[in-house]
């Protein structure tokens, strides 16, 4: 099980740290991302970290504001967003991958998301 919290309404500009919780199996093997959906789109890669956390990706939008992380120990990802734009307005969840991917289809384990909505 996974589970997305740390969502919320914000200013453009701020920051604001996603969290996502394990529980029922580890999944510190496994590598894990985060993906949003924004209101009336389809959803959307946003980052990608390798089991060990020695290898991080992100998508272009977010490159430079956005940081994946992971603490094993705790079972847990993190997404800290900085300098948030209306444009991240969206439901992000998290989800778990044999394999860092950009693809959804990749991901086997997802988890119930969180909405984060940045006002201009």
């Known amino acids: 099980q996974l589970q997305a919290s740390g969502g919320g309404l914000v200013q453009a500009g701020d920051s604001l740290r996603l969290s996502c919780a394990a529980s029922?199996?580890?999944?510190?093997?496994?590598?894990m991302g985060w993906f949003r959906q924004p209101p009336g789109k389809e959803r959307e890669f946003v980052a990608a970290?390798?089991?060990?956390?020695?290898?991080?990706y992100y998508a272009d939008s977010v490159k430079g504001r956005f940081t994946i992380s992971r603490d094993n120990a705790k079972n847990t990802v993190y997404l800290q967003m900085n300098s948030l734009k209306p444009e991240d307005t969206a439901v992000y969840s998290c989800?778990?991958?044999?394999?860092?991917?950009?693809?959804?289809?990749?991901?086997?384990?997802w988890g119930q998301g969180t909405l984060v909505t940045v006002s201009s």
């Open positions: 989800a778990a991958s044999w394999k860092p991917s950009t693809s959804s289809n990749d991901y086997k384990y």
């Open positions: 970290i390798t089991w060990s956390g020695a290898n991080l």
């Open positions: 029922g199996r580890t999944f510190s093997t496994d590598a």
